[in-house]
């Protein structure tokens, strides 16, 4: 099977976009749409991190055993761009966004849509990427009514 076929059909997957932030003294962040729920009984969330991001690097070296998600709303698609390296925004949302510290020292965004704070619970190394599974910690609703931001076939949207 070819990659590119392997890709373009996952690409039709339509999926929401996170930035996964990550403490640390900055604090990292990742953009991130293969986050999943896992289990409701205990409540268990997933992300996969590619080998080659920095963000593996950082949950890997086990300096770091929390995370936090952020649902991303339709006008922060500058943010998921920022922390996808596209390298057309310039500003940090770090400096620039109200962020609040979690007590797991993760932060959120506060005009994300929601947020999942975890602490780390599994790793599991498949092929190119981590499977990191986190416990939820704490989850909470911080704009339920504003569009959400999409990815499909390669493109940003928004519903
Ligand atoms: C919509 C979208 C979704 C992405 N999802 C993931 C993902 O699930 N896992 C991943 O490792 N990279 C994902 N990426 C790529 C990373 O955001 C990108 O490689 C980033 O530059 C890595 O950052 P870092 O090396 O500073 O940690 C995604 C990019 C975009 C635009």
Same mark, same amino acid.
């Given at each position: 099977?070819?990659?590119?076929?392997?890709?373009?059909?996952?690409?039709?997957?339509?999926?929401?976009?996170?930035?996964?932030?990550?403490?640390?003294?900055?604090?990292?962040?990742?953009?991130?749409?293969?986050?999943?729920?896992? #289990?409701?009984?205990?409540?268990?969330?997933?992300?996969?991190?590619?080998?080659?991001?920095?963000?593996?690097?950082?949950?890997?070296?086990?300096?770091?055993?929390?995370?936090?998600?952020?649902?991303?709303?339709?006008?922060?698609?500058?943010?998921?761009?920022?922390?996808?390296?596209?390298?057309?925004?310039?500003?940090?949302?770090?400096?620039?966004?109200?962020?609040?510290?979690?007590?797991?020292? #993760?932060?959120?965004?506060?005009?994300?849509?929601?947020?999942?704070?975890?602490?780390?619970?599994? #790793?599991?190394?498949?092929?190119?990427?981590?499977?990191?599974?986190?416990?939820?910690?704490?989850?909470?609703?911080?704009?339920?009514? #504003?569009?959400?931001?999409?990815?499909?076939?390669?493109?940003?949207?928004?519903?």
């Amino acid at each position: 099977m070819d990659i590119k076929d392997f890709r373009g059909v996952m690409g039709n997957f339509i999926t929401g976009v996170t930035v996964v932030t990550i403490p640390g003294d900055p604090p990292h962040g990742i953009t991130v749409n293969s986050f999943t729920s896992v #289990s409701l009984e205990p409540a268990l969330i997933s992300i996969c991190l590619d080998h080659s991001s920095e963000a593996d690097e950082k949950l890997k070296e086990g300096i770091n055993d929390s995370y936090c998600v952020n649902i991303l709303a339709a006008d922060q698609r500058w943010i998921g761009e920022y922390f996808a390296n596209m390298g057309e925004v310039e500003e940090n949302p770090f400096e620039g966004e109200n962020t609040k510290v979690l007590p797991t020292g #993760s932060l959120y965004f506060e005009d994300s849509i929601a947020y999942i704070d975890c602490s780390l619970y599994d #790793s599991i190394e498949e092929g190119d990427h981590t499977v990191y599974i986190g416990k939820v910690r704490d989850a909470g609703l911080l704009r339920p009514e #504003s569009e959400v931001l999409t990815y499909f076939r390669g493109k940003w949207g928004s519903i």
